[in-house]
């Protein structure tokens, strides 16, 4: 199986690193798991993806939040065109 940069392990690495950075700088929070969308992403522009044709799951969110936060343009493999109708969709 070919695995991306990105890849749940990557993304479990992350939210780890947050956490551990919050802990040490003792910056307050309720305690609640983090999440990548909760971090990154704005909640009315995921609802507006989700409209658009996003998938509502927390993977393709992540990955929407990549892509559109990224400098660059991702190598998108996209077996499903959920991706490819999205950003149609969006025009971006």
Do not use: C
């Not at 990105?6 to 780890?16: L, S």
């Not at 990154?40 to 522009?45: F, P, Q, R, S």
């Not at 990955?63 to 959920?82: C, E, F, G, Y």
């Amino acid at each position: 199986m070919i695995k991306g940069p990105f890849i749940t392990e990557f993304r479990n690495e992350f939210i780890f690193s947050v956490k551990s950075i919050i802990k040490d700088e003792q910056i307050y929070h309720d305690g609640s798991d983090f999440k990548i969308a909760e971090i990154l992403g704005d909640t009315m522009t995921i609802r507006d993806w989700n409209a658009s044709g996003l998938p509502a799951d927390d993977l393709s969110i992540e990955n929407a939040i990549i892509a559109t936060k990224s400098k660059r343009w991702p190598l998108m493999i996209d077996p499903q065109v959920q991706a490819n109708a999205w950003i149609k969709v969006l025009q971006l």
